[in-house]
Every structure is written in C-alpha cells, then in structure tokens.
C-alpha cells in the first residue's frame, strides 16, 4: 500500500488518482501506523514552505517523515519536494525535513513569477532509467526552486534560470514538477520511480 501523507495542503485527490490509474493501491493519510505500514511514503503539497512546515509540526509528523525516509521509498512532489531540502527562504528562513541538502530560495530569473507552464527536461546522468524523459515536456506551476548540489540532481529545467527539476539521494527523491499533471510522461516518471525503489 501506497502512502500519500496528508497535512492539509497537498492536492492529495489527483496524486492518488496518478498512482491508481497505474494500478497501484493508495491511502491518504496522516495517521503514524498507516504511515509505518506503508511500502512506499508520497509527500505531494501546494502552497508556501514556511505554513507546510508548521502543518507537519503541528500534526507531529516530522520526525516521524524523517524516520520513514530511512527505510521507506520516499517522493516528494511540488512543494513536497521542497520540503526535502535543509532550508527554505519563502516567508522567512524555516527549516525543512533536511532530507537531501540544499536550499529552497525564490527563483532568480527576468521571466515572470510563478513559472507556469510545460517546460522541457533535461536528464543529468546520475540515474539512467530517467535518461529516456530527456527534452520530454511536463507540467511546472512554482515561484521557489531547490539549490542544491549536481550530486543529487537528475533534471533541471530552463527558465532562463537553471531550475532543478528532479532530485535523488538514496531512495529519496523529489519532483518539482506535477506528475499527475503532466500527461503520459508524468505517469511514466512515477513508474520509473516506482521502478527504481524497488529494484
């Protein structure tokens, strides 16, 4: 069983809508043994990094994400992908679950803000079963964006600003992008991940 956590401000319906049309069972949750017993952990999120951060204190599921990610495939999807990250800077600096280290700062570019739109991929060479979405289009809707070393970086994306796009760091991996809204290659990408994690 599949695991989206739910703290309240991810777009939880269309996330499991994504992995159910795969074939894949799902319960949205924020209940610790659902979570413990889950194969696989889904932090989807829309919203600002400072008020999810508070949310997932306040409903004591930080330590218990932290602890999850250890032995767990773990994703992070949009702002749940933010929230992977050391620190992040919207509305303040607020810690996050420091999962893979980097920062999360408001996107420096003369585009305009949020980046909205499709917007093309392009795959670095750390995991090779995600070299086939290179120039593949998909679904982005953000302000903030993850820096973060090249070592953890599978895609990024241009928006005359390099915007990491996909991260990795174990079995830990973050999509700043919306799968469940990008089409046939936003399913493609939840089974490689899905792939990946359990190889």
Known sequence: MIAI???GMGNVASVQTAFEKLGYPVIITDQPDQLKAASHIILPGVGSFQAAMAEIEARQLADLLKELALTKPFLGICL??????????????????????????????????????????KITDLVPSFKR???????????YAARTSAEYTVAYTDYD?????????????GIQFHPEKSAHIGSEIIKTFLNEVSS
């Open 80 to 121: 749940g992908m933010q929230l992977l990250f050391t620190t992040g800077y919207e509305n303040g600096l607020t810690k996050g679950l420091n999962l893979i280290p980097g920062t999360v700062e408001r996107i420096e570019t003369p585009q305009l803000l949020p980046h909205i739109g499709w917007n093309e991929l």
């Open 5 to 7: 956590v739910d703290y």
């Open 133 to 143: 979405f290179d120039g593949s289009y998909v679904y982005f809707v953000h302000s």
């Open 161 to 173: 600003a390099e915007i990491t796009a996909i991260v990795k760091k174990g079995h830990v991996y």
